[in-house]
């Protein structure tokens, strides 16, 4: 197995400029704007927009802390409501977490890691390959829960207690 990873000064090193990319938007498939607005909002996510035009509605909300949002609507994707499999949220603490989403009425998953050792082990966003409980070793990126939103889209919540080396 090997591992690869950024290394921010090697591309320095290199000469090359690195171009940036950031993810800004992710587009959520929803068959009722109106109740995933309303589930999001119960989370405490901030809404950033919603505006409506001859059928055509969109709607951005942005997690607490987050840099990235996501938007859903009328006409906004073709992709099937509740179609969404695993949009990553990132958590300084699992329990925290999952005890804040409970306080606001969803429906989380008990704490898993990857049966196959976590991040070193391979990264599995459905149910394979899950094993009860927190990484026995509560090793940073390997420690998961997940959630539907009110339209059956899934999100996996990931704790991250240490970040890799280059990352923010």
């Given at each position: ?6 290394n921010?000064?090697?591309t320095?090193?290199?000469g ?12 959520i498939?929803v068959?009722d ?5 309303d589930?999001?909002l119960g ?8 505006f409506a035009?001859?059928?055509y509605?969109i ?6 802390g ?5 938007i859903?609507?009328r006409g906004?994707?073709?992709?099937q409501?509740?179609?969404?499999d ?8 699992i329990?925290?977490?999952r005890n804040?989403l409970?306080s606001?009425g969803?429906?989380?998953?008990e ?8 991040l ?8 394979k390959?899950?094993?009860s ?5 509560r ?6 829960a ?5 339209e059956g889209?899934?999100?996996?919540l990931?704790e ?8 923010v």
């Amino acid at each position: 197995m090997s591992t690869q990873a950024s290394n921010d000064n090697a591309t320095a090193a290199s000469g090359d400029a690195a171009i940036p990319f950031r993810l800004e938007v992710v587009v959520i498939p929803v068959a009722d704007p109106d109740r995933a607005k309303d589930f999001y909002l119960g989370l405490g996510w901030r809404l950033d927009a919603d505006f409506a035009d001859d059928g055509y509605r969109i709607l951005q909300l942005t997690p607490p802390g987050s840099n990235a949002s996501i938007i859903f609507g009328r006409g906004v994707t073709s992709a099937q409501p509740g179609s969404f499999d695993g949009l990553l949220l990132a958590v300084d603490d699992i329990d925290k977490a999952r005890n804040d989403l409970l306080s606001r009425g969803v429906e989380v998953s008990e704490p898993f890691h990857d049966a196959g050792g976590g991040l070193g082990g391979g990264f599995h966003m459905g149910n394979k390959q899950r094993a009860s409980g927190p990484h026995p070793e509560r090793r940073s990126y390997a420690t998961y829960a997940s959630f539907e939103d009110s339209e059956g889209n899934r999100y996996v919540l990931q704790e991250i207690t240490e970040r890799l080396p280059g990352r923010v």
